[in-house]
């Protein structure tokens, strides 16, 4: 009596457990083709250089970029450094350096003195200093180590 009841139990959850499966799958493949990162840098380009944009929306297109798995390109930083400068906000500009210089990860003493070499010139344009210039690059109240004194 318990393995008919037990076999008829596990037939009925093989059944909801494949069909489960076969509609995740539909759903993710209707997904669409994935996009270039030509037409990816375009996409977020023309996001910061909308007419009307405001901070909230600047901040939006930023958070986004900086939590996706990816370091955003120099014409993506300049685009959300002169929408920064558009709505005259230079701690987001200067907030939007540091979190790019955060994305480089473990690859910072490559990637970031490249990103600052392709933006120098926009930085100088806008008039927005870099982190380094300002000195948020190290911190201002960190005790020595033990080990360099």
Known sequence: MLRITAGKLAGAMR????GTSSRVAAVRSLH????SAEEFDKRYE?????EGIDGWEIRKGMNDLLGMDVVPSPKIIEA????SRR???IALAIRWLEGCKDKCG???ATLYPYLLEKITPTLQELGVPTIEELGYDKPELALKSVFDQ
């Open 15 to 18: 059944g909801t457990i494949v």
């Open 32 to 35: 669409g083709t994935e996009e």
């Open 80 to 83: 959300g450094l002169r929408a």
């Open 87 to 89: 709505v005259n906000d």
């Open 106 to 108: 473990d690859q910072k």
């Open 46 to 50: 023309k996001y910061f250089s909308r």
